[in-house]
């Protein structure tokens, strides 16, 4: 016989490798009551690409690593200001090209070694030196001079230039006792060897690769250890499937609630409906030509995508209040520029002539003017002769890509322009390696904006073809650079705020990013299981995908009988062979969900 903590799923029992069996379920207990260890289950439709934070970029695996590692800073869960982190003070020098970092002396690994400013130093100091380290988060090191601690509590950060993420460094500082013994950077996923060291609120226990990630409280963690025994990550491949296990008391919390979904729990007793403005945009990227830093072009783009005329046609194609409206029912606002309005100092929209609103008129005229007319069949082709038939890497979980899939068929079919939608389970091979003309495209952005502009750089492209870079879509354009490059080194808030709209503006102008929608954090989770937990900002905010650690560190268990309804139960799944087949409880459950990942980026 074989037994399973509250919350976990069907599928792993499955997966085991018990066949000839039934499985049955104990009666409901809610998390934590009898003394019984409490469990929070959060469902996830995304694979985690690393565990090592030098190469993670998607965002449940960066939201881990807000778990389990302490950054320099932090941000308030109230308005996303800059508060202590590892770190308790800093003090630039008089040309700001010096920051000094006071190290807090109660941060402890959970190892239980203390966390210092070498460590601190040492991890700098690698993604300074290994081009592998600095996979995900070279950006904000570059500028870096010299990283010393001239003791224990003391951290020095010399820069080549003044740089304005000084106190917005989103970068995790890993144990050097720990680290220092790794060999491989871009070969280490950290998944070998568990428990995983770290001085966060959750140390991660262990990992199954597209089953789940599972976490325990730190209890060395300086501001106290979170309130709930376990914290579970379960991969669902389907999202209705997520749904049904939080229905079924299978799991806690579900993200990334399509509007058909949350308005049927809305409704449901004991589960409560999140709806706020997110923090991520959904976009069109178009490939520009995937190139490399050493110059050599790859992949299988299509070339009339190198023409800004083709790429400024398909945009004013692109219904974006249809898409608010049509898919996701409201749930959105409109996109325009490259950061969500939830960032209002951020904020950029075009005005006047610079907008391309849905003028499909207009886009056949573009075309026309281009050279890129009928032929008899009323298809459109270049120069070469070559239709303009495009391909558009789609997320298979993501019903969002599959909808508006189908609206961009429908608009660029009457251009004469034919879509293939390519729906895939992971996107992001054949995204890396360039093989792709368009691609639906998502990140969530920070409270401080440059990480996700650093990746339309020419510096983050890969340094071969065979390398990894942490460019988004393979952008190049020396204008962006050149404002990038001022945004970086531009300490006034306002004026910097000016040079990132710009930048914004830019990247419209070119046409390589569509940005459709800035969809809302549309969510879930059973009152009977959590009884408190803190969104981020605290008034309208999210839970999934914070900029800190606030909602799972925060949130408390419900004692048995808590919540307006238990629902169905959340139980203790058994698994009895067939010689000794007894129905212990309400239900007997034989259906495997399918599960996976949504493959989205950070």
């Excluded at 993200?255 to 004991?270: C, E």
């Excluded at 783009?301 to 049509?326: E, N, Y």
Aim: aromatic share 10%; hydrophobic share 40%.
């Amino acid at each position: 016989m074989v037994t399973m903590a509250p919350h976990r799923s069907l599928r792993l029992l499955l997966a085991s490798g018990v066949t000839a069996t039934t499985l049955v379920c104990l009666p409901a207990q809610a998390a934590g009551d009898d003394g019984s260890p409490s469990v929070l289950t959060i469902a996830v439709s995304q694979s985690v690409d690393s565990l090592s934070p030098f190469l993670a970029q998607r965002l449940v695996s960066t939201t881990i690593h807000r778990l389990t590692y302490e950054y320099l800073t932090n941000y308030d869960v109230k308005d996303a200001r800059t508060i202590p982190g590892l770190a308790t003070a800093w003090k630039p020098s008089a040309d700001k090209l010096t920051w000094t970092y006071t190290i807090r002396d109660d941060s402890r690994w959970s190892d239980g070694k203390p966390a210092t400013a070498e460590d601190a130093a040492w991890t700098f100091n690698k993604m300074m030196t290994d081009e592998d380290a600095a996979t995900a988060n070279g950006s904000f090191t570059a500028n870096f001079r010299k990283v010393t601690a001239p003791d224990p509590r003391t951290l020095v950060i010399e820069l080549k230039k003044p740089q304005a993420t000084m106190t917005a460094l989103d970068v995790p500082i890993v144990p050097k006792h720990v680290w220092e013994k790794v060999g491989d950077f871009s070969k280490f996923n950290n998944d070998k060897q568990f428990p995983i060291v770290g001085n966060g609120p959750f140390v991660i226990t262990d990992h199954k690769v597209d089953q789940y990630v599972k976490l325990r409280p730190n209890k060395h963690f300086w501001r106290g250890a979170p309130k709930f025994d376990e914290l579970v990550l379960r991969y669902y491949k389907d999202g209705d499937a997520a749904v049904a296990a939080l229905r079924k008391g299978e799991v806690s919390f579900v993200p990334n609630l399509t509007p058909a979904q949350a308005a049927s729990l809305r409704s449901t007793a004991g589960i409560k409906v999140n709806d706020a403005p997110g923090r991520r945009f959904y976009a069109l990227a178009t490939n520009p030509g995937a190139r490399a830093q050493d110059g050599k072009r790859f992949g299988t783009g299509h070339p009339a995508l190198l023409d800004p005329q083709v790429r400024k046609a398909l945009f004013l194609a692109v219904d974006r209040k249809a898409i608010v409206d049509k898919v996701f029912q409201g749930h959105a606002v409109e996109g325009a520029g490259y950061i969500p309005p939830r960032f209002d100092r951020y904020f950029w929209k075009p005005e006047g002539s610079q907008e391309r609103a849905y003028d499909p008129a207009g886009a056949e005229r573009i075309l026309d003017a281009a050279g890129y007319r009928r032929n008899a069949a009323g298809k459109r082709a270049g120069k070469d002769g070559r239709p303009l038939d495009f391909r558009i890497l789609c997320h298979a979980t993501d019903p969002n890509d599959k909808a508006v899939g189908k609206y961009l068929q429908e608009w660029w079919s009457d251009l004469g322009i034919g879509l293939k939608v390519d729906c895939l389970d992971n996107v992001s091979d054949p995204w890396m390696k360039g093989d792709y003309d368009l691609a639906f495209d998502g990140w969530s952005v920070n409270p401080d904006p440059d990480f996700v502009l650093s990746i339309h750089t020419c510096a983050a492209l890969p340094a071969t073809p065979k390398d990894t870079g942490a460019t988004d879509n393979f952008i190049c354009d020396r204008q962006y650079d050149a404002l990038y490059a001022r945004q970086a080194a531009e300490y006034d808030p306002a004026k910097r705020a000016g040079i990132v709209k710009q930048l914004q503006s830019r990247l419209y102008d070119t046409g390589y990013m569509n940005v459709m929608a800035y969809p809302n954090a549309v969510e879930a989770y059973r009152t009977d299981h959590i009884a408190s937990i803190r969104t981020m900002p605290e008034a309208a905010g999210n839970l999934w995908g914070q900029d800190g650690y606030w909602s799972w560190w925060s949130a408390e268990p419900a004692a048995a009988g808590d919540g307006e309804d238990a629902g169905s139960p959340t139980g203790v799944w058994l698994v009895i062979g067939p010689a000794a087949l007894i129905l212990l409880a309400v239900g007997v459950w034989t259906a495997v969900r399918r599960r996976s990942t949504a493959d989205d980026r950070e």
